[in-house]
């Protein structure tokens, strides 16, 4: 008991009460909010102290108090007496009790995109145990739920449509329910950019309407930012086939190849496959999902070294851990992703991809989120902001290694303290953590310098996308990381045109037509063609596919052509090192040129302009266009299901982020409404 002196052994006290050392905690979290006011006004400086946390972190708390928090409005509102008792009864039937919902504590929602759908990232329903834990310890209440799934390799006929379906499903939850703050398990490719295109939504238009709404209704206004976090799942261990590492989705392509030349058969197509995918986790390589994690971590949105630690690593529990810890603080200290997700958050984040040889479809993701949040940022900006950063990460598809090995050399923070050095990194940025990304990674040093680079070393000195432009169409992306030494001696080494090349196009509508035909010795297809894919943007196929990265045929492989240059309107895998122009905006069904395009037309190339047009007269395009107008317009395969037609009518080019069309005027749901009308 409270000042007893006895010894327990020989207590003879009577009483039984029992108290929860949660409250206790939570207390001590209230004193300590309470000790630092006091020293603010002692001193009388005009802002805080910035005492450490219980870990030792220091916090940057200029911030106000925090507003009242929001699940109050659910569980604690004696204004409703009816609708306050309706929501405690039904959230008590499995164990919660009045106390608990009625205590003050933060209600923090675990978004939960992990299941048997999504095998990559079906490792969350483990890792979500340990950020429980870390929520309760820290003196909140977890409430964890289920997103729409999305799998890269299993969905069809793309997992892009779920992208916008999951960002839409993960808004509706985080304004209808009572959650105070999130942790967004990510993952798999589209995983992220989803949930982070919800938590930007949640945040945005209620700062900007804040003017408009009466004094009574600032403080539950204000705590419509919901603060968020990402948690990703981590990527596999390296794949291996005993004499070499075997990356995932960059072996299948090797594959591919491999069997098209009757050098494997279909047995053991399929175990190569397989051997680089050995564990738990996404993909192992720099593919869309390691790249997307990764920028998350650099646009402040993720704990520290949290993007590569490998999934079935003990340090990835620890920070599932310290990640549910870390929300709770957040959602005292009231800082959101509107506080994080800046413009030079996103310039760090671009330049960081660089340095890593990141995803082509990182600037389709990345400017979805800025949309989201109120920014523009468009694939001019990647170019100006990124090409020049130089190629730091040696890891498949750009490089030689995996995961692992870039986990050990010092994962994403080893990039940011090395591009931090050399002024390319906007240092005061604010991240999860209330630290800034000079704080959170200077002096971060390699651990394995062939895997992390210095700049004296780069594998390429230039190594951002380049956006081009032209005849076929508005914008489309080139990743130079991925030009290997076949490419550039091939394509860009005529001394009297550098950096550009000509070529007959071998047009091709959809990968069906593509798989079909390809080895078809009647196209004519030599070492000097370039593949066109179109059909396949976001109307098109519906969804944007990943079927640009395109494959040489068979006869032109066994005569050791290495790949020929590839053009198209749809996507192209993470895990591709095909150099590739893609994400062509406006795509064929949507109007754009490649609509127009015959085989057998002149193609040009041009990297120091950063153009791509076709050699046809200005009167050839009239007439063709002319001629398609005619006949309908470009064709495409029919909606099957309901949400492709909406899907179609709703989502704009890839170049745009590929978002909602609709949804960009709602920078935030919430921010019309404080909290949402009562259901009752």
Same mark, same amino acid.
């Given at each position: 008991m409270p000042g007893c002196t006895q010894t327990c052994a020989d207590c003879s006290c009577k009483k039984t009460e029992t108290t929860d050392i949660e409250d206790y905690f939570s207390k001590f979290l209230e004193a300590k909010d309470r000790i630092a006011q006091l020293e603010e006004k002692i001193q009388g400086l005009g802002g805080r102290v910035s005492p450490s946390n219980s870990n030792g972190d220091s916090r940057h708390l200029d911030a106000p108090k925090p507003p009242p928090l929001r699940s109050k409005s659910w569980f604690s509102s004696t204004a409703e007496p009816l609708q306050t008792s309706i929501y405690l009864e039904r959230y008590q039937n499995y164990g919660l009790t009045p106390r608990e919902l009625m205590s003050g504590k933060p209600i923090i929602g675990i978004a939960q995109t992990g299941s048997d759908l999504a095998p990559c990232n079906r490792h969350h329903i483990e890792l979500a145990k340990r950020v429980r834990d870390g929520i309760r310890t820290a003196g909140a209440i977890a409430f964890e739920f289920p997103t729409h799934p999305i799998q890269e390799t299993g969905r069809r006929p793309t997992a892009t449509l779920d992208r916008n379906l999951a960002y839409l499903g993960l808004v509706e939850l985080l304004h209808g329910y009572p959650i105070d703050g999130v942790v967004l398990l990510t993952g798999c490719d589209k995983t992220t950019p989803a949930c982070l295109m919800a938590a930007a939504t949640l945040v945005r238009l209620t700062e900007l309407l804040s003017p408009l709404l009466?004094?009574?209704?600032?403080?539950?206004?204000?705590?419509?930012?919901?603060?968020?976090?990402?948690?990703?799942?981590?990527?596999?261990?390296?794949?291996?086939d005993g004499s070499q590492t075997l990356g995932s989705g960059t072996i299948a392509w090797k594959a591919e190849e491999l069997y098209a030349t009757g050098k494997i058969d279909f047995e053991q197509m399929v175990k190569m496959v397989s051997l680089g995918a050995p564990s738990?986790?996404?993909?192992?390589?720099?593919?869309?999902?390691?790249?997307?994690?990764?920028?998350?971590?650099?646009?402040?949105?993720?704990?520290?070294?949290?993007?590569?630690?490998?999934?079935?690593?003990?340090?990835?529990?620890?920070? &599932?851990?310290?990640?549910?810890?870390?929300?709770?603080?957040?959602?005292? $200290?009231?800082? =959101?992703? !509107?506080? #994080?997700?800046?413009?030079?958050?996103?310039?760090?984040?671009?330049?960081?991809?660089?340095?890593?040889?990141?995803?082509?479809?990182?600037?389709i993701h990345l400017n979805a989120i800025a949309r989201h949040i109120g920014l523009e940022l468009t694939n001019d900006d990647w170019y100006r902001v990124g090409f020049e950063v130089p190629l730091l990460l040696n890891m498949q598809p750009a490089g030689q290694y995996l995961g692992e090995d870039y986990y050990q050399a010092g994962g994403c923070p080893a990039i940011m303290a090395l591009l931090l050095e050399k002024g390319l990194l906007w240092p005061d940025a604010l991240t999860a953590n209330g630290r800034t990304i000079g704080e959170n990674v200077r002096g971060t040093v390699s651990k394995l310098p062939d895997v992390v680079r210095p700049f004296s070393k780069?594998?390429?000195?230039? &190594?951002?996308?380049?956006n081009l432009s032209g005849?076929?169409?508005?914008? $489309?992306?080139? =990743?130079? !990381?991925? #030009?290997?030494?076949?490419?550039?001696?091939?394509?860009?080494?005529?001394?009297?045109?550098?950096?550009?090349?000509?070529?007959?196009?071998?047009?091709?509508?959809?990968?069906?037509?593509?798989r079909r035909n390809i080895d078809d010795p009647s196209l004519g297809i030599d070492d000097k063609c370039i593949l066109v894919m179109r059909g396949c943007g976001p109307i098109g196929f519906p969804g944007a596919a990943e079927t640009v990265n395109m494959r040489p045929p068979s006869y032109l492989l066994k005569a050791g052509c290495e790949g020929l240059p590839c053009i198209g309107d749809g996507r192209q895998s993470g895990t591709s090192a095909s150099p590739s122009i893609l994400n062509a905006s406006p795509e064929a069904a949507a109007g754009g040129n490649l609509a127009i395009l015959e085989s057998g037309d002149t193609i040009r190339v041009d990297l120091n302009t950063r153009r791509c047009d076709v050699l046809i007269s200005a009167a050839e395009v009239r007439r063709r266009r002319e001629r398609l107008e005619a006949a309908g317009g470009f064709q495409y395969p029919a909606s099957q299901t309901p949400w492709q037609e909406i899907y179609r009518q709703e989502t704009g080019q890839l170049s745009e982020g590929m978002i909602v069309k609709r949804a960009a005027k709602y920078l935030n749901v919430a921010g019309r409404c404080p909290v949402p009308r009562h259901s009752h």
């Open positions: 009466d004094k009574t209704n600032q403080h539950a206004h204000r705590n419509q930012n919901l603060p968020a976090i990402c948690m990703n799942v981590g990527p596999m261990l390296n794949g291996h738990v986790g996404h993909c192992n390589t720099m593919g869309t999902a390691s790249t997307m994690n990764a920028l998350a971590e650099a646009l402040g949105m993720a704990l520290p070294g949290s993007s590569a630690i490998p999934a079935p690593y003990k340090e990835r529990g620890q920070c &599932a851990y310290e990640t549910g810890q870390q929300i709770v603080e957040m959602v005292r $200290a009231d800082r =959101k992703p !509107s506080d #994080i997700l800046t413009r030079p958050a996103f310039e760090n984040a671009i330049r960081v991809n660089s340095a890593i040889g990141g995803s082509t479809n990182a600037p780069a594998l390429r000195p230039n &190594a951002g996308f380049i005849s076929l169409f508005d914008s $489309a992306i080139l =990743k130079v !990381s991925t #030009i290997g030494p076949y490419f550039q001696q091939k394509f860009l080494s005529n001394p009297r045109d550098p950096n550009a090349f000509e070529g007959r196009a071998v047009v091709f509508d959809g990968p069906e037509d593509f």
